[in-house]
Nanobody
Framework: VQLVESGGGSVQAGGSLRLSCVVSGSTNRDCMGWFRQAQGKEREGVAGIDSDGRTYYSDTVRGRFTLSRDNAKNTLYLQMNSLKPEDTAMYYC???????????????WGQGTQVTVS
């Protein structure tokens, strides 16, 4: 199983970025999520999507970030709008969690893509 993120970069506050995560290999793609880790801080859950297509977000990004997926392309997206300096972090996508909650243990992880907001 391989998860490959892309789309990170440097933007000014108020700008937008769209992250992508391409999934390959044999895994249950029904449950997927986005996480981030800022330098010196613990990793935090950002957004997730379950087998019914329901999406959920952390309080810090709700209303600004939108998670979606294209099953035909095996790709998960995270549209990030109204970015703030505190959104600066390495962003990771993940797949498979027992209850599909951000607080769960997730099985598969990508290598991350850096987002910097100034």
């Amino acid at each position: 199983v391989q998860l490959v993120e892309s789309g990170g970069g440097s933007v000014q506050a108020g700008g937008s970025l769209r992250l992508s995560c391409v999934v390959s290999g044999s895994t249950n793609r029904d449950c997927m999520g986005w996480f981030r880790q800022a330098q010196g801080k613990e990793r935090e859950g950002v957004a997730g999507i379950d087998s019914d297509g329901r999406t959920y977000y952390s309080d810090t990004v709700r209303g600004r970030f939108t998670l979606s997926r294209d099953n035909a392309k095996n790709t998960l997206y995270l549209q990030m709008n109204s970015l703030k300096p505190e959104d600066t972090a390495m962003y990771y996508c993940a797949a498979e969690a027992r209850r599909c909650l951000l607080a769960d243990q997730w099985t598969y992880w990508g290598q991350g893509t850096q987002v910097t907001v100034s």
